[in-house]
Structures are given as structure tokens and as C-alpha cells.
């Protein structure tokens, strides 16, 4: 039996068991403290024997050093080596990774990626963030893909500053659910209609970084997840966009939605507890 942390910045989501069929999944735990999180973390997991726990975190993360980046939004977790306290606190292995990657890995063991080993994985609503495998093995390096910081050219007219509050208006100051709500004055994305000129601005930019990525890594398949991507003629709208920036230079991969949904978190952390060398 296998276990699963899903370690959001503003909750935590557990489990443990086999595979998507199989599984036990805890209440939301909220994001509190790291002291407190993991109390509640290690109770739900109380007389559990599990062979391997995964942890599909939140970042940036500093995956080497099995810690969250000191240089974290969330400040109380600045720092804080989250593999070595839940090893301690479960008393079992542990494997981190980004919840992106987390959620490719997801994809490509029970989703929309199970017959490819060259895709990337992308979640587009609160933030935006991707995970990137090439042939087989997702990718990390001097840190791990930060796919919602790219730049992007802007759309004609669009004079909105952008609100990622490290570069302005990168991808995902400019994309992301927050950012979209932002600019047409709304406390939600979800709450604009389907035929609101925001849908097609939002997909020009994720048009944008579809061709970015495909020139960069070649994927096969382009996979889009999160709220935004869920938007009824969403994934069409930045096919055309991709396909228009293209202009005909090199073929795109598939541009499909993702399959795990609300689970994807989760079972992405069980899939890293499952396949621990990536």
C-alpha cells in the first residue's frame, strides 16, 4: 500500500492505496502550519503500513535538498525540508516532486498520456504551472520546469499590468484564473460569461505558450488541466490560437484536456510513491 500527500499552499490533500480504483482519500487538511499540517497529515495516516508515501508539493521546491525553496510565497514554509518530516512523521519513504509533475506523471500512468512518453502537462487556474516528460522520465535540472513564467507577446489592446508579483505580466500574471478576474474586475474568472472577450485573450496567451513549448521539447501531446482549460471551447480556441503562431513552421502535438480532473493532485502523488525513481 502506497501513500499520497497532495500539499497545496492553502490545503492538504491525503491518501493511500493501490491506484485509482483503490484508494482512501482524507478530507481537506488546511495549509496552517507546517507543524500543525503534518500532525493532522501523520493522524490520518495513523496505523497505516504503507511502503512509500509521494508528495506532490507546492514550490518552488528544491527537490535535491528535499525542502521547499526559501523563496516560497507561503512564508512559514520557507525552508522547510517537507521529505524528511514526513519520513520521520510516517515513518516510510518518502518521494517529493512538484504537484505538477506529480499530475503528468498521473496523466501518463492512468490519463490522457498512457500511450506517450514525450508530453507536457500543464494545469492552467489559480496559477499556472507544468509538468514536462521526455522519453519516459519527467525532467528537472537546475530546478524544475516554471512553465507559467515565461514570457508571452500581449494581445492587441490588452494594457492590463499584469499580477504575478515577481515579473508582472509573465504567463501567468497575464492567463491565470486570479489574473483574468483581475482584469475585468470580477471576483472570480468563473463568474464570466462563455462569450466574454476574456476567453479568447486567454487562450491567444496559452496559444502562445503552446508553440513555446512545442519548440522547446517536441511533445507529442500537449495535456491542459485546472479550471480555466475546463472553459466550454476553451481547448479549441488555443488550437487555433497555437496554430495561427505556428504559421505553418513545425507540426503542434494533440492539444487535449486532462482526464484526472479534481484527482489529478492526489493521484499524482500516489503515482510518484509508485514509481519513486523519476
Not at 492538504?12 to 491506484?19: H, L, P, Q, V
Amino acid at each position: 500500500m502506497y501513500g499520497a500527500i497532495e500539499a497545496g499552499g492553502t490545503k492538504f490533500i491525503c491518501a493511500y492505496g493501490k491506484s485509482p480504483t483503490d484508494i482512501h482519500v482524507s478530507e481537506a487538511i488546511p495549509t496552517t502550519t507546517p507543524k500543525e499540517t503534518l500532525r493532522l497529515v501523520a493522524e490520518f495516516f495513523k496505523a497505516k503500513k504503507l511502503k512509500r508515501v509521494g508528495i506532490a508539493c507546492f514550490g518552488p521546491l528544491e527537490i535535491a535538498k528535499g525542502r521547499i525553496s526559501p523563496f516560497t510565497p507561503k512564508l512559514g514554509w520557507r525552508g522547510f525540508k517537507i521529505q524528511t518530516e514526513v519520513e520521520k512523521a510516517l515513518g516510510c519513504p518518502a518521494v517529493l516532486d512538484t504537484d505538477v509533475n506529480g499530475a503528468a506523471l498521473g496523466e501518463h500512468l492512468w490519463g490522457a498520456a498512457q500511450k506517450s512518453r514525450h508530453f507536457v502537462y500543464v494545469t492552467v487556474g489559480t496559477g499556472i504551472g507544468g509538468g514536462v516528460m521526455v522519453n519516459g522520465q519527467l525532467v528537472h535540472g537546475l530546478l524544475h520546469p516554471e512553465i507559467g513564467h515565461m514570457r508571452v507577446r500581449r494581445f492587441g489592446g490588452d494594457e492590463f499590468p499584469g499580477n504575478c508579483p515577481v515579473h508582472g505580466d509573465c504567463l501567468e500574471g497575464l492567463a491565470a484564473g486570479p489574473a483574468i478576474a483581475e482584469r475585468w474586475g470580477m471576483e472570480r474568472a468563473e463568474q464570466l460569461p462563455e462569450n466574454h472577450p476574456a476567453w479568447p485573450m486567454a487562450a491567444h496567451y496559452l496559444g502562445q505558450m503552446a508553440v513555446n513549448l512545442t519548440c522547446a521539447y517536441s511533445p507529442e501531446i500537449l495535456i491542459l488541466g485546472g479550471g480555466i482549460s475546463l472553459r466550454k471551447g476553451m481547448i479549441n480556441m488555443v488550437k487555433q490560437s497555437a496554430e495561427q503562431e505556428m504559421n505553418g513552421y513545425a507540426p503542434l502535438p494533440k492539444i487535449v484536456r486532462a482526464r484526472l480532473g479534481a484527482r489529478a493532485g492526489v493521484l499524482g502523488a500516489l503515482a510518484l510513491a509508485q514509481r519513486q525513481k523519476m
